[in-house]
């Protein structure tokens, strides 16, 4: 027997496999491809206190090994979610987390308020959104804004606060300690990096909203890298991913100091990805003889480099 649980910020997972936000639409879109109750967690889209209608014009567009996409956080919003989306979700019996973001710290704290409810495990605030009241400056690319969104956040739930970090910084080390020092429970890494693609024909960008966050295989080393840099000097537990289509890149992220994993873009055109790296997971733990995979997390860093949650997990 192979134990592939994983505790996360005080939430208990079956196992360390989480359905990226924004990606596998409110879970149940994707009932028919993989069982849910099998999956660790499962991380909705977007959640703003308001319905969004998201960005005018195209959305997204392909590109090499990745996909630029400028949806605009598109949701129904805070209450229509609890009211008809959430209670179908319970029936799944699968573990909820709930992204969530704002447009001002108010913002933030009122949506963490509003979904501080039964169902859901965990909140992850995604920090990559303008800054309306300092003039459109991302919360994610400033540490004492997004230091000042999470201790906002976590005056107003009482759920475990995921920060979920933005990789168009220069240092990501400085991002991940200052929401690490303003509460977060724990991290992800990484959202998309921003890109865009102009069509030559009719010169002009291709994307309604000009930019796009890029994911997919294509961005993959880069969080890698800021996964690998991170876990040696913050001691909460993170969730990796950027790229994830298989369970060698799974391992690659864990093997960096990752507890736990999240896909996002492979789920667009392999919708039963999640099940496969579960699957993947389990039998890679018997033929390396690893009885817990949580056992892996963090070997590839230097020695004595082990994040605190990777000597924790080895008790
Ligand atoms: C179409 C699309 C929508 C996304 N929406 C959200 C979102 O609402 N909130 C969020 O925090 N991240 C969002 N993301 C980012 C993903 O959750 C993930 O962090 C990123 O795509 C990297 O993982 P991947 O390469 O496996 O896709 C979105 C990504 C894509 C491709």
């Known amino acids: 027997m192979v134990d592939l649980s994983v505790d996360i910020a005080g939430i208990h ?21 993989v069982k849910l109750d099998q999956v660790g967690a499962v991380c909705v889209k977007g959640l703003s206190l308001r319905p969004s209608s998201g960005n005018l014009g195209r959305r997204t567009v392909e590109t090499p090994s990745g996909l630029l996409n400028a949806i605009g956080l598109e949701n129904p919003g805070s209450e229509y979610f609890l009211e008809h989306i959430l209670p179908k979700l319970r029936e799944q019996k699968v573990p909820v987390i709930a992204n969530i973001y704002g447009h001002s710290v ?30 459109g400056l991302a919360f994610g690319t400033d540490p004492s804004c997004a ?19 933005s990789p168009n910084v220069t240092d990501i080390v400085c991002l991940a300690k200052s929401v690490e020092n303003a509460g977060s429970d ?14 030559v024909e009719t010169q002009r960008p291709v994307l309604g909203n000009i930019q796009g966050g890029l994911s997919g295989p294509a961005v993959r ?36 100091g990752a507890s736990a994993v999240a896909v996002g873009t492979a789920n667009l055109y392999q919708p039963d990805t999640l099940a496969t790296l579960v699957k993947g997971l389990r039998t890679y733990c018997v ?26 997990s080895r008790g």
């Open 221 to 256: 080393p880069v969080a890698v890298r800021m996964v690998y840099q991170t876990s040696q000097q913050v001691h909460i537990p993170i969730i990796g991913m950027g790229g994830i289509t298989n369970v060698d890149d799974a391992l690659e992220f864990m093997l960096a």
């Open 186 to 199: 724990a991290l992800s890494l990484i959202n998309t990096l921003l890109g865009m693609k102009i069509d």
């Open 106 to 135: 108010q913002e933030y704290a009122d949506v963490a308020r509003v979904l501080d409810v039964e169902g859901i495990c965990a909140v992850e605030i995604n920090i990559s959104c303008p800054n309306v009241k300092q003039g």
């Open 13 to 33: 997972l079956q196992n360390p496999v989480i359905a990226a936000s924004g990606t596998f639409g409110f879970g149940l879109e994707f009932a028919d491809f």
């Open 287 to 312: 033929s390396h003889h690893l009885p817990r995979l949580q056992d892996i997390v963090g070997r590839a860093l230097p020695q004595g480099k082990e994040s605190m949650m990777y000597v924790a």
């Open 147 to 165: 230091a000042e969104v999470v201790r906002a956040v976590k005056k107003n739930t009482h759920k475990p606060v995921i920060t979920k970090l």
